[in-house]
T-cell receptor, first 114, second 113 residues
Framework: EAQVTQNPRYLITVTGKKLTVTCSQNMNHEYMSWYRQDPGLGLRQIYYSMNVEVTDKGDVPEGYKVSRKEKRNFPLILESPSPNQTSLYFC?????????????FGPGTRLTVT | KNQVEQSPQSLIILEGKNCTLQCNYTVSPFSNLRWYKQDTGRGPVSLTIMTFSENTKSNGRYTATLDADTKQSSLHITASQLSDSASYICVVTWRQAGTALIFGKGTTLSVSS
């Protein structure tokens, strides 16, 4: 089944404790991105990647890191999480640029930072 | 400034009734406009995508319209079902060097029996 998977689905952590949220897709997509979704603000792009080893900042990249060592994986790294990073996170992938191709979203990761 | 505004913010309707959700945008130039359905706690799922040259697109009971001149789109849901309860998000692609997705904040629809 073609899908985007994220792990973990739920995570509660404390301020400053490094964490990684994994994202994997099995559709051989070149384009992958991370979004956060907050009440009243909608979806906002954090980082995106157009191919292996090619990443770029989205609208709200502060406090996040990403890497794209393999085509299928695009982990999101929070080196020192803070409470304002409490949010619902989505990974998404598409065959090419998200504006030109259908974008498929993962199931989401709900992160709480205390 | 590129913006996508959706209205209403929330809506409650009875099962079986029709409803229309609105999306106004100021994005220019734009490539396409999409409507997504997002069930609570899940990722958005695409319903329709329209380029600037299309003015209507259907997906089952969902029909999207686009007026590129007035920069307005609507999503019409026919004979609503309980499973239509979700958030509906309008997304406009900004055609620039590369492409950028401009997201609306969504309309939350509740269908009651």
């Amino acid at each position: 089944e073609a899908q985007v998977t994220q792990n973990p689905r739920y995570l509660i952590t404390v301020t400053g404790k490094k964490l990684t949220v994994t994202c994997s897709q099995n559709m051989n997509h070149e384009y992958m991105s991370w979004y956060r979704q907050d009440p009243g603000l909608g979806l906002r792009q954090i980082y995106y990647s157009m191919n292996v080893e090619v990443t770029d900042k989205g609208d709200v990249p502060e406090g996040y890191k990403v890497s794209r060592k393999e085509k299928r994986n695009f982990p999101l790294i929070l080196e020192s999480p803070s409470p304002n990073q409490t949010s619902l996170y989505f990974c998404a992938s598409s065959l090419g640029l998200a504006g030109s191709y259908e974008q498929y979203f993962g199931p989401g990761t709900r992160l709480t930072v205390t | 400034k590129n913006q996508v505004e959706q209205s209403p913010q929330s809506l409650i309707i009875l099962e079986g009734k029709n409803c229309t959700l609105q999306c106004n945008y100021t994005v220019s130039p734009f490539s396409n406009l999409r409507w997504y359905k997002q069930d609570t706690g899940r990722g958005p799922v695409s319903l329709t995508i329209m380029t600037f040259s299309e003015n209507t697109k259907s997906n089952g009971r969902y029909t999207a319209t686009l007026d590129a001149d007035t920069k307005q789109s609507s999503l019409h849901i026919t004979a609503s079902q309980l499973s239509d309860s979700a958030s509906y998000i309008c997304v406009v692609t900004w055609r620039q060097a590369g492409t950028a997705l401009i997201f609306g904040k969504g309309t939350t629809l509740s269908v009651s029996s």
